[in-house]
Nanobody
Framework: QVQLVESGGGLAQPGGSLRLSCAAS????????MSWARQAPGKGLEWVSG????????YYADSVKGRFTISRDNAKNTLYLQMNSLKPEDTALYYCAKEGSYKVGYGMDYWGKGTLVTVSS
């Protein structure tokens, strides 16, 4: 069965960095686009970033553009999110999600359980 396991969350200071990872199994990772989404305390789910199955195209929400970088290693079945210049408003539970196509934006069909990122001094 499809499994997505996020890691790398934790406490960071404003202006700091964290790198999230998502280990995928149970499907052909290299055939599907992947995305990151987040949910801040008391708020709705927000899509953060997506990447094509082969890594050729990446997309970002305006709120993280220029600060976050999505990448993937298809040989390791792993998705990454490098988060720099963190802000308190980046505090959220971050989810890894499998897309239903090799392209981003065709719907996410499987989700991990999330990893918590807290940005605070």
């Amino acid at each position: 069965q499809v499994q997505l396991v996020e890691s790398g969350g934790g406490l960071a200071q404003p202006g700091g960095s964290l790198r999230l990872s998502c280990a995928a199994s149970g499907f052909t990772f290299s055939s599907y686009a992947m995305s990151w989404a987040r949910q801040a305390p008391g708020k709705g789910l927000e899509w953060v970033s997506g990447i094509y199955s082969d890594g050729s195209d990446t997309y970002y929400a305006d709120s993280v553009k220029g600060r976050f970088t999505i990448s993937r290693d298809n040989a390791k079945n792993t998705l990454y999110l490098q988060m720099n210049s963190l802000k308190p408003e980046d505090t959220a539970l971050y989810y890894c999600a499998k897309e239903g196509s090799y392209k981003v934006g065709y719907g996410m069909d499987y989700w991990g359980k999330g990893t918590l990122v807290t940005v605070s001094s």
